[in-house]
Structures are given as structure tokens and as C-alpha cells.
């Protein structure tokens, strides 16, 4: 793993993630702090939904025709598989870094 002083954000990465953060603040001001159940699992369907989602992605990839819904779909059907805390954050991280990265390439789109 990479040293946290080795990595280096845009200055774009960095505004999308306050927005990120802007709208975690309203919601807990709408909300109030939120405390639910993970409600994932390890069932047999969680687990073929996530490789089958993964298949896709690959697929998708060999051909040249990878999007990212698929590819946010893949890392949550993996979060959703997932019933064990930590391997369960780290999925909900990558969701989180994929759902950025998709508002820095719309971003990028605009004149």
C-alpha cells in the first residue's frame, strides 16, 4: 500500500470531495446521526450477484465498452456480498472512490 504522503489529489478531487462532504452535512442536518444494520450478507445471492457483476465488467472491459455503471454496480454488489465489518468498509471505500471518480470524468465532459 501506498504511503498516504505519496499520494497526491487534484485540486478537482479535492472539490468534488467537499461537495461529498457538503451533502453528508445536510443530510445528518435533515436526519439527524443515522444508525441503521449493514443489512449485507453472504447468502448464496449476494455472492452470485457480485460475480456475475464482476463477470460483466470484465466483459465489458475485453470489449472495450466498459461504463461506469457497470463498473459502481460491480463495487456494490461486492459491499453487498460482504457481511464481515472491515472487508465491508473497505468495499463501501472503493464505492465511494468509483462514485468520485465518475463525477470527475461528467466534470471533465463539460466545456
Same mark, same amino acid.
Given at each position: 500500500?501506498? /504511503?498516504?504522503?505519496?499520494? &497526491?489529489?487534484?485540486?478537482?478531487?479535492? %472539490? !468534488?470531495?467537499? &461537495? !461529498? #462532504? %457538503? &451533502?453528508?452535512?445536510?443530510?445528518?442536518?435533515?436526519?439527524?446521526?443515522?444508525?441503521?444494520? *449493514?443489512?449485507?450478507?453472504?447468502?448464496?445471492? *449476494?455472492?452470485? /450477484? #457480485? !460475480?456475475?457483476?464482476?463477470?460483466?465488467?470484465?466483459?465489458? /472491459?475485453?470489449?472495450?465498452?466498459?461504463?461506469? *455503471?457497470?463498473?459502481?454496480?460491480?463495487?456494490?454488489?461486492?459491499?453487498?456480498?460482504?457481511?464481515?465489518?472491515?472487508?465491508?468498509?473497505?468495499?463501501?471505500?472503493? $464505492?465511494?472512490? $468509483?462514485? $468520485?471518480?465518475?463525477? &470527475?470524468?461528467?466534470?471533465?465532459?463539460?466545456?
Amino acid at each position: 500500500m501506498t /504511503a498516504d504522503k505519496d499520494i &497526491e489529489r487534484t485540486d478537482h478531487t479535492l %472539490r !468534488v470531495l467537499y &461537495e !461529498v #462532504a %457538503r &451533502e453528508r452535512s445536510r443530510q445528518d442536518a435533515k436526519w439527524g446521526e443515522q444508525n441503521h444494520p *449493514d443489512g449485507t450478507d453472504e447468502s448464496r445471492w *449476494d455472492k452470485e /450477484a #457480485a !460475480v456475475r457483476a464482476r463477470a460483466l465488467c470484465q466483459h465489458l /472491459a475485453a470489449r472495450g465498452e466498459l461504463t461506469w *455503471d457497470a463498473i459502481l454496480s460491480e463495487e456494490i454488489a461486492e459491499a453487498f456480498a460482504e457481511s464481515d465489518p472491515a472487508k465491508l468498509r473497505a468495499e463501501l471505500i472503493q $464505492v465511494a472512490a $468509483v462514485a $468520485v471518480a465518475w463525477v &470527475e470524468a461528467i466534470d471533465r465532459r463539460q466545456p
